[in-house]
């Protein structure tokens, strides 16, 4: 049987390793495969997978900080200020998600961005999201590699 801290580290390192994996798969397969269709089809596909990631990315982003958030006031190693990594980069990402790309993000779910905005202007938007995606997906990995130490030392 676990004890909770040994079940915290778990959790916080199995959501941050789902969370960074899905961000992953993302920009590495995903987009990459959605650049084939056409531009419409495009962003139809984006907006699709965008809708359900935002469901379920979130919430395992919490779980990850909310279990390092008690490791911090649980471990009485010495690495216990580490855990903080975690709520602080939920935080950071959040604040960088509103302010660096919802403003595209929003125009690119409207239906009728193609005909607003031409096809070049979409193709170079989702391309955009992707890179600042990018960023956040290489903060959450080594997130994730943090929280894999610390289970380990700690």
């Given at each position: ?24 798969y993302i ?76 403003p595209e ?33 290489m903060i ?15």
């Open positions: 049987m676990f004890t909770l801290i040994e079940g915290l580290k778990y959790g916080a390192a199995a959501a941050m390793g789902l969370f960074s994996g899905g961000a992953l920009n590495a397969v995903e987009h990459h495969s959605r650049r084939s269709l056409p531009v419409e089809a495009q962003r139809q596909e984006w907006a699709n997978s965008f809708n359900i990631a935002k469901k379920f990315l979130p919430s395992l982003g919490l779980i990850g900080a909310g279990c390092s958030t008690s490791l911090f006031f649980l471990d009485e190693s010495e690495y216990k200020y580490y855990w903080l990594v975690g709520p602080v980069q939920f935080v950071l990402g959040g604040v960088f998600t509103v302010t660096m790309m919802l993000i929003n125009i690119l779910l409207d239906k009728g961005v193609v005909e607003k905005k031409g096809e070049t202007w979409v193709r170079g938007a989702i391309d955009r999201w992707n890179y600042r995606h990018m960023f956040r997906t959450d990995g080594a997130t994730y590699f943090l929280f894999l130490y610390l289970a380990m030392k700690s």
